[in-house]
């Protein structure tokens, strides 16, 4: 066993930290008294990075992308997310897309790697979310053609998105074994409108409502095979999931280095609060738990480079690392006192971007089902 970071990462990690310093550092105050940055900041990022090689960390050489492991891009979220402002990194299209038609790859694969296109992924809707099989967007066939009709919420970048992933009901008998369909389609479709943006406590990236009313999408804009949605992108969902777990470090490693530093300079009661029991506990347990947290997520990813059974490892990494960066800022705040509840400093924003990790990508309570299953034999 190593448990040494691979010398290999080392180039591209120190990339990130000099991105990190010199592009994020300085917006960083602004951004958490205005609670969002705007799309062109955001895109102008994007291409900044682009610029010293962060773009399509996932994609393979061939096709214009990093080609780094699940491993090297675990470390770079968990180095990015030490700043409050929700970065992402550009070029990567949804990975189901590999399992795409030659014509659709041209469409929307290879324009997501070129930086022309983005897409958003719609599947949430008013009525189902960790329920799967309860969506009600429905597809029904009209010629070559499927009309879809419909509403989904919770949709991050729709706004900025130019084409949607959108799950629908093909055959309401069968439903998740062999009813439901994945369709890929464009921003300006007729009877395809982005909806009201969902304010939330979030992040400032809000989510927003998407509205299909008499939607035509053409037979040829189905994703994978017709019904199977479901079938596609397992090993893809258990990337994201690790990449996810893997901000979560980042949020309390920065989170503890702050509230490390506040300890020993604040006094109290002709002491600095850092000579507390109370707050050594705060530090040690949060130390603790992000060790711990570290230890999941990249065996996990470590699991999926070297091809090995890893589904409900990443459950466990992603559930452990969510909790634990919540709790890890919240204690971090707690340290902080008065200081930590204010604009002032970046934990109140980290704890808000940690919470809904809890929720999105599985929440914990599905994340704890599906290991449950695991161990029981279900
Ligand atoms: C900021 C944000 C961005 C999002 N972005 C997207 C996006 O881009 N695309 C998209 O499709 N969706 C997106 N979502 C939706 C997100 O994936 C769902 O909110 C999530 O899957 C939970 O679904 P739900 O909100 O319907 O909660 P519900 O499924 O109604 O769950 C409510 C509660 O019941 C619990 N529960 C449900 N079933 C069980 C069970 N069997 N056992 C135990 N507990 C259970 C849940 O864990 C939760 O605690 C986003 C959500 C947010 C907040």
Known sequence: ????????????????????????????????????????????LELKARDVGLWALDVPEEEGGANLSLLAIAMIHAEICQNAIPF????????????????????????????EKRSCYAFTEPDAGSDVQGIKTRAIKDGNDWVLNGTKIYIT?????DYAFVYAVTDPAKRAKGGITCFMVDRGTPGFTI?????????????????????????ENILGELGFAFSMGDKQLTHGRVV????????????????TEWAKQRKAFGKTISQYQAIQWYLADSAVELEAAKMLVYKAAWLYDNDKPVRTEAHMAKLYAA????????????????????????????????????????????????????????
Request: proline share 5%.
């Open 1 to 44: 066993m190593d448990f040494e970071t691979p010398s290999e990462y080392e180039p591209i990690l120190d990339v990130v930290r000099e991105f990190r310093r010199r592009e994020l550092d300085p917006l960083e105050k602004e951004f958490l008294l205005a609670g969002e940055m705007d799309k062109e900041t955001k895109l102008a």
């Open 88 to 115: 992402h990194f550009g070029g990567s299209p949804e990975p189901m897309l590999r399992e795409a038609s030659p014509e659709q790859k041209a469409r929307y694969y290879d324009t997501v790697i070129s930086g």
């Open 157 to 161: 970048n729709a706004h900025m998105a």
């Open 195 to 219: 909806g009201n943006r969902i304010r939330t406590m979030g992040d400032g990236r809000d989510p927003y409502e998407l509205v299909f009313q008499d939607c035509r999408v053409p037979e």
């Open 244 to 259: 996810l777990a893997a901000m979560c470090l980042g949020l309390a490693e920065r989170s503890i280095a702050i509230a």
């Open 323 to 378: 909790e634990m960066a919540q709790r890890v800022t919240d204690r971090c705040i707690q340290v902080l006192g008065g200081l930590g509840y204010t604009l002032e400093t970046p934990i109140q924003s980290m704890w808000r971007h940690a919470r809904v990790k809890r929720i999105g990508h599985g929440t914990t309570e599905i994340h704890r089902w599906m290991i449950a299953r695991s161990m029981l034999g279900m």
